[in-house]
Structure formats: C-alpha cells, structure tokens
C-alpha cells in the first residue's frame, strides 16, 4: 500500500522557516517523481514544487523562488521543502505528491496518483 505522510507544518513568524519532510512507502520512492502541492484556505490546489526521480533535476513555482529548496533522500525514501523567508501568503496546507513516472519535473496535478494527507503551515504574526 502507497503511504505518503507529511510532517513538519506549524505556526511561523513572517520571515521564519520551516522544513517539511514526506516519507513514503509501498512503491519504489527512487523511481518517480516527487511534488510539493498546497491549498491556501478558500483557494484550489497549487503545483509548488518538484524533483525527479534521481534528484538531480528540480524546478519550481516563481513566487517561491529563492525561498524554498526541495530534495530528497532516496536511501530514506524521505522528501523534503525547506521553506524560507516565509510569508502570509505561504499560508497553506502543503502536500506531497507522486507522479506517474520519475521523468520529468512537472506533471499536470491531475496526474499525480498519491498524495499525502497534508500539513499545516500558518505564517502569521
């Protein structure tokens, strides 16, 4: 069974940080591709991040740029999103999410088979 469980959220100053981590089991992690996706309150899903399957290759949204880094343990099937310079607007619950195959950065969200159930990351003063 795919199991996809986040960890790390919680309640950060403007300007602070945070690392999510993801650890994954039931599937072969080093094979695919890896994402971080979040829901702002009252707003859709939106793609943040991803990695390929060997780590190599990373890509991510604009407005994060410079502030969050994602990578990946594959020996620990961990993945994770160092998050810096936080602002309000990161307010979200983030996501980990599997894509079909470890090819590409970036995948349509509607691609993704297995996602987590989410942590809380607050950015408030």
């Known amino acids: 069974e795919v199991q996809l469980v986040e960890s790390g959220g919680g309640l950060v100053q403007p300007g602070g940080s945070l690392r999510l981590s993801c650890a994954a089991s039931?599937?072969?992690?080093?094979?695919?591709?890896m994402s971080w996706v979040r829901q702002a309150p009252g707003k859709g899903l939106e793609w943040v991040s991803g990695?390929?399957?060997?780590?190599?290759?990373?890509i991510c949204k604009d407005s994060v740029k410079g502030r969050f880094t994602i990578s990946r343990d594959n020996a620990r099937k961990t993945l994770y999103l160092q998050m810096n310079s936080l602002k309000p607007e990161d307010t979200a619950v983030y996501y980990c999410?599997?894509?079909?195959?470890?090819?590409?950065?970036?995948?349509?969200?509607?691609?993704?088979?297995?996602w987590g159930q989410g942590t809380q990351v607050t950015v408030s003063s």
């Open positions: 990695i390929n399957s060997g780590g190599g290759s990373t």
């Open positions: 999410a599997k894509a079909p195959d470890g090819g590409s950065t970036w995948y349509p969200l509607d691609e993704y088979d297995y």
């Open positions: 039931g599937f072969t992690f080093s094979s695919y591709t």
